[in-house]
């Protein structure tokens, strides 16, 4: 098992950027978890993002995030990364980490660790 916290969001303009960090800990090493990022708004489930695993060469995203949000994690460092770049009203969410033993899934009932997220707002 492992914890994380991730931090990093806030208040952004439309095509702003911003940089979420989600910092693990725990006696189980980092690298043996794929990471994944899902987000939920006001109403809305939540939501598959990003994910990577466990040594960093595979990496996916939503369809809705491709070639603005960029994701990657730094095993030294315990620490996981999601590069947000011309975010659009649409982005705002609550954006949480998570940790899976085995391969990135995209359903976050398949994960039992998580953040306990935070928030981004990008207004128009």
């Known amino acids: 098992q492992v914890q994380l916290v991730e931090s990093g969001g806030g208040l952004v303009q439309a095509g702003g950027s911003l940089r979420l960090s989600c910092a693990a800990s725990?006696?189980?090493?980092?690298?043996?978890?794929?990471m994944t990022w899902f987000r939920q708004a006001p109403g809305k489930e939540r939501e598959f993002v990003a994910g990577?695993?466990?040594?960093?060469?595979?990496?996916s995203y939503a369809d809705s995030v491709k070639g603005r949000f960029t994701i990657s994690r730094d095993n030294a460092k315990s620490t996981v990364y999601l590069q947000m770049n011309n975010l659009k009203p649409e982005d705002t969410a609550v954006y949480y980490c998570?940790?899976?033993?085995?391969?990135?899934?995209?359903?976050?009932?398949?994960?039992?660790?998580w953040g306990q997220g935070t928030q981004v707002t990008v207004s128009s």
């Open positions: 998570a940790a899976r033993a085995r391969a990135i899934l995209t359903d976050p009932r398949q994960y039992d660790m």
């Open positions: 725990g006696r189980t090493s980092f690298s043996l978890y794929a």
């Open positions: 990577i695993s466990r040594g960093g060469g595979t990496t």
